[in-house]
């Protein structure tokens, strides 16, 4: 099964990056790599996604690397409203698991003002 | 407005009632999934649908079953045997090919 592995939780302040890891050893060349966030009581929130090349949209960037084995989401500036569980998921695009979406831990993330 | 709805927000049973959870999407897409929260905890896989008429098991389906007989709706029920029932249960959809998913916001399921 698809699994990856975040850090329980990280700090930031407010205004300043955050840069959160994900390592996805058993990755698969067709499998994406998928963020989403989640507030307490609430359904996750989506974030950003990648294949190989590094993305960026409004929420965040997504720096995926060469071997595909972990990645990093930035903040790129954070704000206390970016204060929630950050989830990192291999979402499989192929083989037998095709579209099955599992989700870890997820990191913590606190953010001071 | 596009999107995904669960519904209700909160539900109760009596212990050893089955109960269905209900799940709409109207945003045309082809998969569709079931989790299962609690307290502290992260998501699990309960079910997930990539057609219509076709379902696979997640890592946690026993104790619950599902039916997708229209590409908009994926109702979960809670049968009797699950042992425990009470939790967070969230919805989500997908247009396939490792595209964004959206999720609804949940149903609270309390069994007493």
């Known amino acids: 099964d698809a699994k990856t592995t975040q850090p329980n939780s990280m700090e930031s302040n407010e205004e300043e990056p955050v840069h959160l890891p994900c390592n996805h050893s058993?990755?698969?060349?067709?499998?994406?790599i998928h963020w989403y966030r989640q507030l307490p009581s609430q359904g996750p929130e989506y974030v950003i996604h990648?294949?190989?090349s590094n993305v960026n949209n409004r929420m965040a960037s997504l720096a995926i690397a060469e071997d595909r084995k972990s990645s990093t989401l930035i903040l790129h500036r954070a704000t206390l409203r970016d204060a929630a569980v950050y989830y990192c998921i291999q979402f499989n695009a192929g083989g037998t698991s095709y579209g099955k979406l599992t989700f870890g831990q997820g990191t913590i993330l606190t953010v001071h003002p | 407005d596009g999107g995904i709805t669960q519904s209700p927000k909160y539900l109760f049973r009596k212990e050893g009632q089955n109960v269905t959870l209900s799940c709409e999407q109207n945003?045309?897409?082809?998969?569709m999934y079931w989790y299962r929260q609690d307290p502290g905890q992260g998501l699990r896989l309960i079910y997930y649908?990539?057609?219509?008429?076709?379902?696979q098991k997640g890592d946690i389906a026993e104790g619950y079953s599902v039916s997708r007989e229209k590409k908009e709706s994926f109702p979960l029920t809670v049968t009797s045997a699950q042992k425990n029932p009470t939790a967070f249960y969230l919805c989500a959809s997908t247009s396939g090919e490792g595209g964004e998913a959206f999720f609804g916001q949940g149903t609270r399921l309390t069994v007493v």
């Open positions: 990648g294949l190989t």
């Open positions: 649908s990539q057609i219509v008429n076709d379902f």
């Open positions: 945003l045309n897409h082809d998969a």
């Open positions: 058993t990755i698969s060349g067709t499998d994406y």
